[in-house]
């Protein structure tokens, strides 16, 4: 089992930027493919970025593709998502995923509120 804890959210500006940080328990953490996604209040949670467990292939979502960069370190445990030019409409709680064959955990998100 993997136990995710996001951090590194909060309030910003609009055109502003942050760093969002997933940390990983377990010895498993570079065989999962890991994203990230997003809910913002009265609407479904969203895709924002995926990338696979050798950091070598990424994916994102049309609405924050060429501000947003998602990387991992498997020597840390740790996933990332560089958000930057944020805009309010990014305002919503993230949340980290590890994917890997039937298997699927959540992070209990963190809140990022972008202020126009």
């Known amino acids: 089992q993997v136990q995710l804890v996001e951090s590194g959210g909060g309030l910003v500006q609009a055109g502003g930027s942050l760093r969002l940080s997933c940390a990983a328990s377990?010895?498993?953490?570079?065989?999962?493919?890991m994203g990230w996604f997003r809910q913002a209040p009265g609407k479904e949670r969203e895709f924002v970025a995926t990338?696979?467990?050798?950091?070598?292939?990424?994916y994102y979502a049309d609405s924050v593709k060429g501000r947003f960069t998602i990387s991992r370190d498997n020597a840390k445990n740790t996933l990332y998502l560089q958000m930057n030019s944020l805009k309010p409409e990014d305002t919503a709680v993230y949340y980290c995923?590890?994917?890997?064959?039937?298997?699927?955990?959540w992070g209990q998100g963190t809140q990022v509120t972008v202020s126009s």
């Open positions: 377990g010895r498993t953490f570079g065989t999962y493919t």
């Open positions: 995923n590890a994917n890997r064959l039937g298997e699927n955990y």
């Open positions: 990338i696979i467990w050798s950091g070598a292939g990424t």
